[in-house]
């Protein structure tokens, strides 16, 4: 198993960019404003030799009473539990904080080694200035700025002599049979609630207000013998009330996640019923090529009337991706999140699924005999055979002596043949037509 090193500390001490400069790329959301950094983020890492996981967590704040605040104390020790090892990064510029006293107790009563840090050091003496840190008992303090790099290679040697030694059995395959599913919607629409039921565990801070998930949180997680890595997203506001900074940084960290997924949860609100936003967010998935899954989240709050209604209008809302599964559920007390997660395994199989050229091609010339291709200016366009060009997502070409003739209708005609025949129920389908010795057309 990879070693697992959790960094925590204050509000706005600098610990989302020292992860980012430890992890070589942007994946937690940094911001001047304390407390951006909400849940738990991690992200895999190579430091010295080491292959490891690296843990940015929420500004630890006790003294806060906060609700939201001591759910992120709930988090931050609930990345101890999960930790080899702890970088604390406090502030070494400033005068210790009550909640930096705090800090340090926890991590005195937790018996994980520990590595403190002095960040914002940009000038190596006024940050060695700050002997109260040392009076507080820390046996030894790194300086480093996490903005400029400074101190970060001695930081790294330090975190490689500080962790076990490497286990002899070689770690398991990272993720290459595991699921990637992205859980998006609106704000408030449940997903952290369903990503919390699969993993059993308060993964990501559930609030009544909207958009209390940020940053994206991989979980993972094993459902009858499948793994499945789950990224539970911020909520996606439409564009005219996406504000810069925070919430424009958590729209892009969700489309990107949902590129990186094979399968994208669509969660929507049984009780408002479907929103603009929501169309649009399906239009994206087509448009990048995932599979997905509509779930229709808080159905158990309706009557079988009430169900049906809310399934309606989703189907209307949605209707030019009327192949989308969907599956009704209620995320807080688990009711169908066991059909979701099957679905889930099912488009993913579809996102991969290839058909073999002679059995395509079979089918097809069945298609063209019950219907052939409309007729352009009194001729009829030839087609001479079909394959499967691409998977993840399934692409079929087509190849024609009159490629720019065949209209839409036709095109869709056969993406729903295709469908039909060959079970792609989950997938949006590209079918493209080309002339002989041409690339692509269509």
């Known amino acids: 198993m990879r070693p697992v090193v959790a960094i925590v500390g204050r509000p706005n001490v600098g610990k989302s960019t ?46 806060d009473e906060d609700p939201m605040r001591q759910g992120i104390a709930r988090q931050v020790k609930a990345a101890l539990a999960e930790a080899d090892l702890v970088v604390c990064v406090l502030d070494g510029v400033m005068s210790p904080t009550l909640a930096d006293r705090e800090a340090i107790k926890l991590l005195r009563r937790s018996k994980k080694p520990v590595l403190y840090v002095a960040n914002k050091a940009d000038d190596k003496d006024k940050a060695l200035a700050a002997n109260e840190l040392y009076e507080m008992g820390i046996p030894e303090l790194l300086p480093v700025s996490a903005l400029h790099g400074r101190g970060t290679g001695e930081l790294i040697a330090a975190i490689s002599a ?21 859980v998006i919607g609106r704000p408030n629409a449940g997903k952290s609630s369903l990503v919390n039921r699969l993993a059993k ?10 958009g209390t998930t940020r940053d994206p949180t991989d979980t993972r997680v094993e459902l009858d013998g499948q793994a499945f890595v789950v990224v539970d997203t911020a909520g996606i506001r439409r564009r005219a ?26 969660l929507c609100e049984a009780l408002e019923g479907v929103a603009e936003q929501d169309a ?15 779930g229709l989240n808080k159905t158990d709050l309706l009557d079988k009337a009430g169900r049906k209604k809310a399934e309606e209008q989703v189907r209307d ?20 999140v066991s059909d979701l997660m099957r679905a889930v395994r099912r488009a993913a199989d579809e996102f991969t699924r290839r058909v073999p050229t002679g059995e395509l091609n079979r089918f097809f010339e069945q298609v ?16 001479y055979y079909i394959t ?42 590209e079918l493209r037509f080309r002339g002989k010795g041409k690339k692509s057309e269509g």
């Open 18 to 63: 020292l992860f980012n400069r430890l992890a070589g790329k942007r994946l937690a959301i940094v911001h001047d404003q304390p407390g951006v950094t909400r849940d738990r983020n991690y992200a895999d890492v190579h430091l010295a030799g080491r292959e490891l996981v690296l843990v940015d967590t929420g500004g630890f704040d006790p003294t």
């Open 162 to 182: 500080a962790l076990p030694s490497p286990a002899a059995a070689s770690d398991e395959a990272a993720d290459d049979s595991a699921i990637r599913v992205a």
């Open 201 to 210: 565990s308060e993964r990501s801070l559930v609030d009544d207000r909207p």
């Open 241 to 266: 009330r996406v504000e810069k900074g925070i919430e424009a940084a958590s729209v892009i960290r969700a489309l990107r996640s949902m590129e990186r997924a094979q399968v994208v949860v669509l």
């Open 280 to 294: 649009r967010l399906m239009g994206l998935i087509a448009e990048r090529g995932r599979a997905v899954v509509i």
């Open 317 to 336: 809302a949605l209707r030019f991706a009327p192949w989308a599964p969907l599956v009704q559920l209620s995320a807080k007390n688990g009711w169908g």
């Open 368 to 383: 063209l005999e019950h219907r052939a291709p409309p007729t352009h200016k009194g001729r009829a366009p030839r087609i």
């Open 388 to 429: 499967q060009a691409e998977t993840a997502p399934p692409v079929f070409v087509a190849v024609t002596n009159a490629p720019d003739h065949i209209k839409e209708s036709y095109k869709r005609y056969v993406v729903n043949q295709i469908r039909k025949s060959f079970g792609f129920e989950c997938v949006p389908i």
